[in-house]
């Protein structure tokens, strides 16, 4: 397999996309694990006995989070509508109700001050095994960490971090996927489930080559996030 197969040159990277009738989608990958090592110390961060310090130490995360904003301060410059998409593992806002550690807290409010600053469309994280949708300061923040593994209870009641002013939209104790479409208005989210009658949103390469089995599933969650104009 090809080093380049998945397109991911590096640990954090940003890729552009200009559509046909001029709108802008900016792709931005950070390490959130990564992001950490400069707000926690080793006592304070999930597995650090695990981690890397050439990636996830203080030095390296400083530097992230300078490329960061740096990346923030170019893609929100200019009038062309777009949609600026963040992605990490991390959370900044859940609803699940799991164990936290004081580096991923502070991360989550460095993180949340950048995003709101910049006007960013949607920050989308693994981490936590449910389907979420929350808002904060025109901010969406989606979790699709639904691939596998046991799920997370919801706890609707009690968003982490607390009192922090974040509206939870929606949420699913469900494994799944989310689609992630752009078109004319912006881009359309929808959260899906695997059933045994449903639509078809793709289709499985068979195992058994004279299979003809496709897998079929439920849309349980659809919204539009709208391009915006610079406002800066």
Request: with cysteine; glycine share 8%.
């Amino acid at each position: 397999m090809p080093k380049d197969y998945f397109q991911l040159p590096s640990p954090y990277y940003h890729k552009y996309f200009r559509l046909a009738r001029g709108e802008e989608f900016h792709l931005i990958v950070t390490d959130s694990v990564g992001l950490e090592g400069a707000v926690g110390s080793a006592s304070e961060r999930r597995f650090a006995e695990r981690l890397s310090m050439e990636y996830a130490g203080p030095t390296e995360s400083r530097k992230q989070w300078a490329w960061l904003e740096e990346t923030l301060v170019k893609v929100t410059r200019g009038s062309a509508p777009r949609i600026v998409m963040v992605v990490g593992h991390r959370p900044v806002f859940s609803c699940t109700a799991r164990s936290r550690t004081v580096a991923e807290e502070r991360m989550s409010l460095r993180l949340e001050k950048m995003l709101s600053q910049f006007g960013v469309n949607m920050y989308i994280n693994g981490h936590d095994h449910s389907m979420q949708h929350i808002l904060k300061d025109g901010v969406n923040y989606f979790g699709n960490g639904v691939g596998g593994f046991d799920l997370h209870k919801i706890d609707i009641g009690n968003p982490w971090p607390p009192n922090r002013g974040e509206k939870v939209v929606w949420a699913k104790k469900a494994h799944g996927f989310a689609l992630h479409e752009l078109n004319a208005e912006g881009m359309r989210i929808r959260f899906a489930e695997p059933v045994e009658n449903g639509i078809q949103t793709a289709t499985e390469k068979p195992t058994d080559p004279e299979s003809t089995t496709s897998r079929r599933d439920a849309i349980v969650y659809e919204t539009m996030i709208p391009y915006t104009m610079n406002k800066f």
